[in-house]
């Protein structure tokens, strides 16, 4: 065999290792989207159970539970440990994301996730002397709702 040919053999063996290498990965990255872990805290009674209009919406933009998106749905009925405790929780957990009401879970919320990156989205709750956000058209930090 002579040079030219053992180079050639040399480069379509890299050139096929390659081109399975790039295809693994392709492979990968499509086949393990990214799952979204969203925390949830129903702070009151079921008559404001508004949990699955918040899921209703979700699907609605396109998230599938058990898909690319997940629910770590809790319930504490007017308690402010509990608030704080699963709102701790949520951290540990890495959840993406936290939706919370109402007005006293929202601001448990907004005190314990500060600096954390965790978006939090809150409902029923009040603006007004609450510092829950800085101003409607501009919430600032890491609270909408």
């Known amino acids: 065999m002579t040079e030219k040919n053992i180079l050639n053999k040399r480069i379509i063996f890299f050139f096929i290792v390659f081109i399975f290498i790039t295809m693994n990965l392709i492979i990968m990255s499509c086949s393990n989207p990214k799952v979204y872990k969203i925390g949830v805290l129903h702070g009151i009674g079921p008559i404001y159970d508004l949990t699955d209009a918040f899921r ?7 998230y599938v539970e058990d ?3 997940i629910y770590d749905m809790k319930e504490a009925i007017v308690d402010m440990e ?3 405790n699963i709102i701790k929780q949520f951290i540990k957990d890495k959840v993406d994301c936290i939706y919370v009401y109402p007005t006293e879970a929202a601001i448990i919320a907004k005190n ?4 954390t ?5 809150f409902n029923i709750a009040f603006i007004e002397g609450t510092d829950l956000i800085d101003d ?10």
């Open 112 to 115: 314990i996730t500060q600096g």
């Open 56 to 62: 209703e919406n979700m699907t609605n933009m396109g």
């Open 117 to 121: 990156g965790i978006p939090v989205v």
């Open 67 to 69: 898909e690319n998106i």
């Open 136 to 145: 409607i058209r501009n919430p600032g930090g890491n609270m909408t709702g």
């Open 82 to 84: 509990a608030y704080e």
